[in-house]
């Protein structure tokens, strides 16, 4: 599958009129479904990691969308520069333009068509709740332990959380 994406990659590159990334490939991030890594002086250093947990818990719709992301990031920083590089208005517009995705409070309510659920963040993660029934926020907590659940009190019936459970 990789040949596939460095292939997408280097004629996106191409169609666009960017210097082609050092590489695009799967390594063990667990904290976002890619990510793009710029090089600052040499940009055809910048390279693409995408989570290999997208090929556990997702197919292949779901990494190119991932790609398409990224791909965006390096399309903003080639054309405009480094203060177009995060998740501001112009990255919005393009991502949701070459049909990446994003998280939803990136997207807010203009580009929600744009926004996705499929996270390999979220997969991994614990939801934390009460004993009374209650979710501990929209929070995802990598490990739970006993330790740090202490720290953590319901907001209905000021208990201590002590189960947590995947999604
Ligand atoms: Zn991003
Ligand atoms: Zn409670």
């Known amino acids: 599958m990789i040949t596939r994406l460095q292939k997408f990659s280097d004629s996106f590159c191409d169609i666009h009129q960017l210097p082609r990334l050092k590489s695009v490939e799967f390594t063990a991030i667990r904290r976002a479904n890619g ?77 929600a068509s744009a926004a996705s659920e499929s996270y390999v963040s979220k997969e991994i993660s614990f939801r934390l709740y009460c004993s009374c029934g209650k979710a501990w926020s929209r929070e995802y907590v990598k490990m739970p332990t006993v330790s740090s659940m202490r720290n953590r009190y319901c907001r209905t019936c000021k208990e201590t959380m002590d189960k947590w459970k995947k999604r």
């Open 35 to 111: 990510l793009y890594h710029y090089k600052l002086s040499t940009v055809e250093e910048s390279r693409i990691s995408l989570s290999s947990g997208m090929k556990e818990h997702f197919g292949f719709k779901e990494i190119m969308e991932t790609l398409l992301h990224e791909l965006t990031h390096h399309y903003c920083y080639c054309k405009f520069g480094i203060e177009e590089i995060g998740h501001g208005e112009t990255f919005k517009r393009y991502c949701s333009m070459f049909g990446g995705k994003m998280n939803e409070n990136i997207a807010g309510e203009e580009y």
